[in-house]
């Protein structure tokens, strides 16, 4: 009896046991909280960034999720209908269709922790020492391995649906997620978020990771105008412009800086050019660059010129201003035929000069005057786009002043390889002397050059001639064009 009474027993014990562990009242619960659901593959992102829009849907179809494309916003939403861990994965794609960033959100931060635990930390990802003013916010990077890129992770886990968000983990001025601010340490100037079409969501998570605030007085959303305050001393705002047909991709930034601390044009040459950038010998007409990437079609506007009218001087905002253009047909050919003049300034005769030139290979002739209104001995080149050198007489007659070398267009004017050929002859740039012209001086030679697009002299040249002083760089050969 007492056997079957301790059988009784523990059957009775067993029974409540099962009880209390799954079978929880479903008001109250239980005492012992549930383990996450195990989750045996995630729902993750397509890696193979650049693919078009209709890659990522079929892959997605494929998958058996719910996809939902809007073509016009350049997005693609794909629901997973097997796990209810992830709510969705957001595409995002530029203007060509092409796949730049996705946006993971999780239904829960226990999800998104057992995520990061099961399958970043699992699966190449490792979390970044990096750390931006975006205190919240966790970065994870991945090391390629076989077919798949280097993807960067950013997550901000303190939603209580938190996001992930994924790229390509290359750094470039373009990417949409760029963590570094390509900042100079001599100038303190970076490079705001660059008008690729990323949303109004990337530009407020970048400017977070910079510290910067957003100044709601300042910007016009109804417009597309998006303003933020950065706190530095030099660079105290920056600005985005969204695309006003829908308000959605970013068409044009702008980093704006403090009137009386504006960079040197030598600053500014340096930073732009080693982000990529080239001079496009363009100006606004305010007399304000433009440096172009031409892989890219990127202009920057060098925005420093304080404008003559009145109602723009009253808004104005110097600064350092990004935009998509094609500017190919406009800038500068690669290559030109250039003919170097003759040196021998204030030395050589011009009868003796004249007969030198004749024997050069570029020459067609020499004349003795090239015009009424320009009465001076000349070279007629075969070069295209440098047709005609001028020889000026000295201040000391007869002998050999100066050399004009007239341009027909502005872009051979412009063009990167007559620098580079001043620059092999011994030429450096002058910045004591760059006062109305670039100018350029060869010590050894005791020759100045001079890039004239016209404003000076009235004609576009590039002025060989004896080093001046610095203060009166731009006025002997003026002086000397109106004897």
């Not at 523990?10 to 619960?29: E, K, Q, R």
């Not at 994924?166 to 340490?185: E, F, H």
Request: include cysteine.
């Amino acid at each position: 009896m007492k056997r079957i009474t301790s059988i009784l027993l523990l059957l009775i014990a067993g029974a409540l046991t099962l009880t209390s562990c799954d079978w929880d009242n479903p008001i109250t619960g239980g005492d012992t909280p549930r383990e996450p659901e195990k989750i045996s593959q995630w729902l993750l992102p397509i890696e193979r960034y650049g693919i078009t829009l209709d890659e990522v849907t079929q892959i997605e179809e494929g998958r058996g999720n719910k996809v939902k494309r809007t073509d016009e916003l350049m997005t693609l939403t794909a629901t997973p209908q097997d796990t209810s861990a992830v709510r969705e994965i957001v595409y995002y794609f530029d203007k060509s269709s092409h796949y730049q960033v996705a946006r993971v959100q999780f239904a829960s931060q226990e999800s998104a922790k057992q995520f990061i635990q099961e399958y970043l930390l699992n699966n190449g990802f490792v979390k970044s020492d990096l750390r931006t003013a975006k205190a919240s916010e966790e970065i994870y990077i991945s090391a390629p391995r076989g077919s798949r890129v280097s993807s960067v992770v950013l997550v901000d886990g303190e939603q209580t649906e938190p996001i992930f968000w994924w790229a390509s983990n290359d750094n470039k001025k373009t990417n949409w997620l760029r963590v570094d601010p390509l900042q100079d340490q001599t100038t303190g100037i970076w490079m705001p978020l660059l008008p690729y079409g990323a949303t109004l969501e990337m530009v407020q998570l970048f400017e977070a990771r910079m510290g910067h605030t957003y100044d709601a007085e300042a910007s016009k959303p109804d417009k597309g105008v998006y303003k933020f305050k950065t706190g530095h001393e030099v660079y105290t705002q920056t600005t985005y412009w969204l695309d006003l047909e829908t308000n959605h991709f970013l068409e044009e930034s702008k980093v704006s800086c403090d009137t009386l601390h504006r960079p040197t044009p030598e600053q500014i040459d340096a930073y732009l050019t080693a982000q990529g950038f080239r001079p496009s010998g363009l100006q606004d007409k305010e007399g304000n660059s433009l440096y172009y990437d031409k892989a890219l079609k990127l202009v920057a506007h060098i925005d420093m010129n304080i404008p003559k009218d009145e109602t723009a001087k009253a808004t104005f905002r110097p600064g350092i201003q990004y935009y998509v253009e094609n500017l190919d047909d406009k800038m500068p050919y690669e290559e030109v035929d250039f003919p170097m003049p003759l040196f021998g300034f204030d030395r050589d005769t011009l009868a003796t000069v004249m007969k030198e030139y004749a024997n050069q290979d570029y020459t067609a002739a020499v004349v003795d005057m090239l015009a009424d209104d320009m009465p001076f001995p000349a070279v007629q080149t075969r070069c295209k786009y440098f047709p005609t050198i001028i020889l000026l007489p000295s201040d000391t007659d007869p002998l050999y002043g100066a050399a004009l070398v007239v341009c027909t267009d502005l872009r051979a004017l412009h063009s990167p390889m007559i620098v580079d050929r001043l620059e092999r002859r011994g030429f450096v740039y002058d910045p004591k002397r760059t006062i109305l012209l670039p100018t350029y001086v060869n010590e050894q030679e005791g020759v100045m050059v001079q890039i004239d697009d016209g404003a000076v002299t009235g004609i576009t040249n590039i002025s060989f001639s004896p080093i001046e002083d610095f203060n009166r760089a731009s006025a002997p050969l003026a002086r000397r064009l109106k004897r």
